[in-house]
């Protein structure tokens, strides 16, 4: 892990002229490890971006998904109290957007917001909305039940159609390739406990990837 020439405890003098022209929602950053100083791990990414260090919380999905990156290309939110400026990123527009209806609602605030995305992705939380599924949502830490109640009641009307049906789609699909995975790996004479378990971190961790990615994955860790 480098070390950055200037950190700053976060970006809102740097970025108030952006924010003033585009809104909260606008900025992109993108830099690459091998050209910029980076620091990441679990909780946040530290990025140089022409010699400023701009501190981006993150959450654990967004971290499983950039930690192996060379260049990295994170959407942003700049989240404004009258106390403090901050920045939250994300690996793709779906996980902010999500991030945003969440602290949108009565009692969600950011970080409560972060942990619901560390523990479900964009798509396992619009099942959950979906199917009224309170025991999901309040699976994450510290979420109790009316606020599991609050978060389906006030976003499900938000879930379009469309939404429906790509969630339910690449719902299936994830179970399609898993299914298909185990049962080529359990011919290899593998125990099946041992590969649905691999199975279920890696998908949960990057539930968009193939079948060939994914027997590779397993292979290495059994």
Excluded: C, W
Aim: net charge neutral; no cysteine.
């Amino acid at each position: 892990m480098a070390t950055l020439k200037f950190i700053a405890s976060d970006s809102a003098t740097a970025m108030e002229e952006v924010i003033k022209k585009l809104g909260p929602e606008a900025l992109i950053i993108s830099t690459s490890k091998k050209g910029n100083k980076v620091e990441i791990d679990p909780a946040k990414v530290i990025m140089d971006v022409n010699g400023v260090g701009y501190k981006v919380n993150i959450s654990l999905r967004t971290f499983s998904k950039i930690k192996d990156l060379d260049d990295l290309y994170i959407y942003t939110h700049l989240h404004v109290k009258e106390d403090s400026h901050t920045l939250y990123g994300f690996y793709n527009k779906m996980e902010r957007k999500t991030f945003l209806d969440l602290v949108s609602i009565s009692g969600v605030g950011p970080s409560t917001a972060v942990m619901i995305l560390s523990s479900l992705s964009a798509d396992e939380l619009k099942l959950a909305i979906i199917d009224s599924d309170v025991n999901k949502i309040k699976s994450v830490k510290g979420i109790g039940q009316k606020t599991a109640e609050r978060i389906i009641l006030e976003l499900k009307d938000k879930i379009s159609i469309d939404d429906i049906e790509n969630v339910k789609l690449s719902q299936n699909i994830s179970n399609t390739i898993r299914d298909e995975a185990l049962s080529a790996l359990s011919s290899l004479g593998i125990s099946k406990n041992v590969v649905e378990r691999h199975i279920d971190s890696i998908i949960d961790k990057n539930n968009d990837i193939n079948l060939e990615d994914l027997i590779k994955e397993v292979l290495k860790r059994s």
